[in-house]
């Protein structure tokens, strides 16, 4: 009679076992997700800054020497 009555704690117990299991999978999952969103927001930042960099560089080449043959008039 005993062990009839401990079934149904035994299960609820499992239960919250693999309940409380995939909590921490999910927490851990959202922490990555996290990780990867930061990761991305400072890799687009990165890339913002190049093309920034690339415009201001094609707006200043025609008045850059550097890359023009001798007697090379500007466009």
């Known amino acids: 009679?005993?062990?009839?009555?401990?079934m149904p704690n035994r299960h609820l117990e499992q239960r919250l076992a693999y309940l409380q299991g995939e909590q921490e999978r999910i927490q851990r999952d959202q922490g990555m997700a996290f990780l990867a969103k930061a990761n991305l927001e400072c890799k687009e930042a990165v890339i913002k800054e190049h093309l920034r960099a690339a415009r201001?560089?094609?707006?200043?080449?025609?008045?850059?020497?550097?890359?023009?043959?001798?007697?090379?008039?500007?466009?």
């Open 56 to 75: 201001v560089f094609l707006q200043l080449a025609p008045h850059l020497d550097y890359d023009r043959e001798p007697g090379e008039v500007p466009s």
């Open 1 to 6: 009679m005993f062990q009839l009555r401990q």
